[in-house]
């Protein structure tokens, strides 16, 4: 049940950081649409990764079984859905005349928002190559929770940091931006760029079969 746990904990993260972070959105109505279609996207994946588990069967790249595999499709149109309804959103934010905030922290959520969308992406790409590992079979040692590879690289690190960029780098925009200097914005981008190295980082690590942490 360590998988259903995670992903409860990452769709709570995840619905309440876009209901803050959405909310400096003008377009408000486009914003209802989309937390209408998270909460349908949420609902489902979170409920297949539970049923699955319960059952004992894989949720993710499930190539032994009729039902699961099409859930699993389902799981994926939803998603890709989805996130390309985030992109809309950010495009939007990014083409806003003026902003209720300031612009180092309107810089970091449009930042935070653009890097969610990119390495979203990165479950796609698992899909297609129907594993998160490179270089041996899904399924071995592992670090605790996480369980991402000891023995071989492991896509779902790069995903992982890329996705809570949503959190990290707004995060850091506000803070930055209460400290009141007029470089703000430059730190914004400084640590933005910082963060875009060592997700790309872990990213090539991993497509070249080395873990994460051995």
Known sequence: MIKPLKFALSTWIYAWSMAYLLSFVEYQKKVRSYTYLAMVVMLYENAVI??????????????????????????????????????????????????????????????????????????????VINSHQVGGQIGEKGLPVVNWSVLYGDIRVAHFFGIHSLQIIPLFGYLISKKGISSAKLWVWLFAIAYFAFISFTLLQALSGTPFLA
């Open 50 to 127: 539970s049923v699955q588990a319960f059952r004992g069967k894989l949720s993710h790249f499930n190539q032994t079984e009729l039902v699961g595999g099409i859930l699993y499709s389902i799981m994926g149109i939803m998603i890709v859905w989805l996130t390309t309804a985030t992109l809309v959103l950010a495009v939007r934010f990014i083409a806003q005349k003026k902003y209720d905030i300031s612009s180092s922290f309107s810089l970091s959520i449009q930042l935070g928002l653009v890097f969610f969308v990119i390495f979203s992406f990165l479950g796609g790409y698992m899909s």
